[in-house]
């Protein structure tokens, strides 16, 4: 996918439609720096306002990511490429997010585990023992809720009974038992319990 494209074509579509960045940016809510940087092809736009900036230049999906008005000979071949790079690109950011979640987990664990050390045996006073592992708990606390966040968006779990692959609401990763990045869940295609593996890619 060619951002620089991409954004070129954003660009003359815009102009065609008589539009500034900033009334672009206005339509869809969001600020003009934004419209620049997708016109330079530094990012693309969100895939929540893609649809509706797509209604305001009068263009298709498959155009935007195509970077041109897709004829019609083309358009099979040109959408079944977009959704291959889109594809790729989620597959490409889940494996990011899974790398942060490790390297999050463990900056976390670190002032923990030093704090339990100390707590446990370097002598001092109760109160100060006390003090010291639970501030090292904070750290912790506080990293927990994002981690799970990413747990469960990134990539997809797969039931090892039905093979049905889906993003599981938060609630369910929060309260599930799990052994890495395994976790025993409900299947909402077949209802049963079982324990379902985290698979980056949706076949």
């Not at 446990?120 to 606390?141: D, R, T």
């Not at 039931?159 to 890495?180: D, L, M, N, R, T």
Request: charged letters at 25%; hydrophobic letters at 40%; one cysteine or more.
């Amino acid at each position: 996918m060619n951002l620089l494209k991409i954004g070129k074509f954003i660009a003359e579509q815009r102009k065609k439609n008589c539009l500034t960045q900033m009334q672009l940016a206005e339509k869809l809510n969001i600020t003009d720096r934004a419209v620049s940087k997708w016109e330079t092809g530094k990012s693309l736009p969100d895939s929540s306002i893609m649809l509706e900036l797509c209604q305001i230049l009068n263009i298709s999906v498959n155009d935007l990511l195509s970077g041109e008005v897709v004829t019609m000979n083309n358009y099979n071949k040109e959408l079944e490429n977009n959704l291959l790079e889109m594809v790729k690109q989620k597959q490409e950011a889940d494996k990011r997010l899974l790398r942060m979640e490790i390297l999050a987990g463990v900056m976390a664990c670190v002032p923990f585990t030093v704090g339990i050390i100390i707590g446990l045996f370097v002598p001092m006073e109760e109160w100060k023992q006390a003090v010291i592992v639970l501030s090292s708990m904070i750290p912790l606390l506080v990293a927990i809720p994002f981690l799970l966040r990413i747990e469960q968006v990134a990539g997809f779990y797969e039931c090892k009974k039905c093979h049905h692959q889906y993003v599981p609401q938060y609630k369910s990763v929060f309260i599930a038992p799990h052994i890495g990045r395994t976790r025993y869940m409900k299947c909402p295609q077949c209802h049963k319990w079982t324990w379902h593996k985290k698979v980056l890619s949706k076949e």
